[in-house]
Nanobody, 123 residues
Framework: VQLQASGGGLVQAGGSLRLSCAASGRTFSNYHMGWFRQAPGKEREFVAAITWHGGTTYYADSVKGRFTISRDNAKNTAYLQMISLKPEDTAVYYC?????????????????WGQGTLVTVSS
């Protein structure tokens, strides 16, 4: 499956953005989806994940209550709604697809990755 992330940009602290991850090539609903981010000089970290049917979601503690992951299987797209953004949310955000739900909060749990979209939050 090919993944294309979009929706990043520059936003002031306290603002909002919605990231999209469009999938193509294989049946989108076969995959669990996740969002990760990587800030300069730091390792890629888990942000949020959603199971194939959307029934279960997972969040990093740092984004709970501010970010919401969702998916539309009819549109082959996953989303990450981000509100109350903080400067420390600045990073390249990646979407990823996993065949199994064994390790949805870990980089190693995913089989396919998109190219990333940059989110910059100014103070």
């Amino acid at each position: 499956v090919q993944l294309q992330a979009s929706g990043g940009g520059l936003v002031q602290a306290g603002g909002s953005l919605r990231l999209s991850c469009a999938a193509s090539g294989r049946t989108f609903s076969n995959y669990h989806m996740g969002w990760f981010r990587q800030a300069p000089g730091k390792e890629r970290e888990f942000v949020a994940a959603i199971t194939w049917h959307g029934g279960t979601t997972y969040y990093a503690d740092s984004v709970k209550g501010r970010f919401t992951i969702s998916r539309d299987n009819a549109k082959n797209t996953a989303y990450l709604q981000m509100i109350s953004l903080k400067p420390e949310d600045t990073a390249v955000y990646y979407c990823a697809a996993a065949i199994t739900a064994v390790e949805l909060t870990a980089v190693l749990g995913y089989n396919y990755w998109g190219q990333g979209t940059l989110v910059t939050v100014s103070s």
